[in-house]
């Protein structure tokens, strides 16, 4: 959509899910994923935000293996990706129109041409069932790119809800300031943030607390309210990656690797954050909260040099090839001359 239609301001109550795959089993995560959106909807949420890639695994295995030994888990994980026009998204879509209620859910999406390819993929579904969007991640994230191909700008968009205009990136994307100002351009103001539990970083790196800046600088900045839903290492996956190499399970076992909250325009944080434990985190935010911060930075308004500085996005959709079947036939010039 090329600008978000905005009557009012309103307040909604809102939901971060921090849990858990069904490690590589595709239908019995969204069969959970259904679960919580009916939980989440029975508390008053009308907007469920689930962790990044949760149907229905991250590929742990790319900072635990060499590549040739993790080539038999991406198999594994390819053929538990699944479609965006599939039996899972159907199954996901009915309970958002079942529930009344807004997700914005990853999964690893399979390319509908190239075997093997995958993606990771953010799917915003509405209110009312329908599929608005799917945001394919534009660069995955160091280890990742073993696994996922990058997406392209066509999905780098705000979606008009009944929370509000809804944008989302995957993970390390929210440190991506123009990904993140382009969505701002379009009047974002409702930012679903969703993360992997990534105990495996460097030692001196903190996860939880990574993920906390990431989202008080989008509040921050953009002023708007920002949601973060992270996943968590099951007992299941620290098992799985962990059999035949004993070291894994410290590595799986880091605490402080998970973080889920609400944060509102001025970066705060509105009430508890959940840490590596299951759950869900709910907030009531009111849009209207984003006006007088504005006052101070409106950086997609009256703070900024659009003289000085100017941003082209390109949301031209790619593929792999451009076919031609048939060649329109030239103009006649008789006919130019005619009229």
């Not at 301001?9 to 679960?35: I, N």
């Not at 579904?125 to 990058?150: F, N, Y």
């Not at 679903?192 to 990431?214: G, H, Q």
């Amino acid at each position: 959509m090329s600008e978000v239609s905005m009557p009012f301001l309103p307040r909604s109550k809102v939901a971060a899910v921090q849990a858990a795959p069904v490690f590589l089993d595709p239908a019995a995560t969204v069969d959970k994923a259904c679960a919580l959106i009916a939980e989440a909807a029975g508390n008053g949420a009308k907007l469920v935000a689930f962790p990044e890639v949760f149907v229905a695994a991250y590929p742990y295995w790319n900072w635990l293996m060499t590549p040739i030994e993790g080539a038999e888990w991406h198999e594994r994980l390819y053929r538990a990706s699944i479609l965006a026009e599939g039996p899972e998204v159907a199954a996901l879509c009915a309970a958002a129109r079942d529930h009344g209620c807004t997700v914005v859910i990853g999964i690893n999406e399979r390319d509908p041409v190239s075997v093997g390819t995958i993606y990771n993929c953010n799917l915003i579904i509405g209110a009312d069932g329908s599929l608005l969007g799917r945001h394919r991640k534009l660069v995955p994230t160091w280890a990742e790119k073993l696994t996922w191909a990058g997406g392209d700008g066509a999905s780098i968009r705000v979606y008009d809800t009944p929370v509000g205009p809804l944008g989302t990136l995957a993970c390390g994307e929210n440190t991506n300031t123009l990904a993140r100002f382009a969505l701002l351009s379009q009047g974002e103001l409702v930012h679903v943030a969703n993360y992997i539990a990534l105990p495996v970083a460097p030692a001196s790196y903190n996860m939880a607390e990574a993920i906390k800046i990431r989202a008080t600088a989008h509040s921050f900045e953009g002023k708007v309210f920002t949601i973060v839903a992270c996943s968590t290492v099951s007992e299941e996956i620290i098992a799985a990656m962990s059999a035949d190499r004993p070291a894994n399970r410290e590595l799986l076992s880091r605490p402080n690797s998970a973080f889920s909250g609400v944060i509102d325009p001025h970066g705060n944080l509105i009430g508890d954050a959940l840490i590596d434990d299951e759950g869900i985190v709910y907030a009531e935010i009111d849009l209207g909260d984003c006006v007088r911060p504005k006052l101070m930075h409106d950086i997609v308004g009256g703070y900024n040099r659009f003289d000085i500085f100017n941003l082209t996005v390109d949301r031209t959709p790619r593929a792999s090839a451009l076919f031609v079947d048939e060649v329109p036939p030239a103009d006649d010039p008789s006919e130019e001359e005619a009229s």
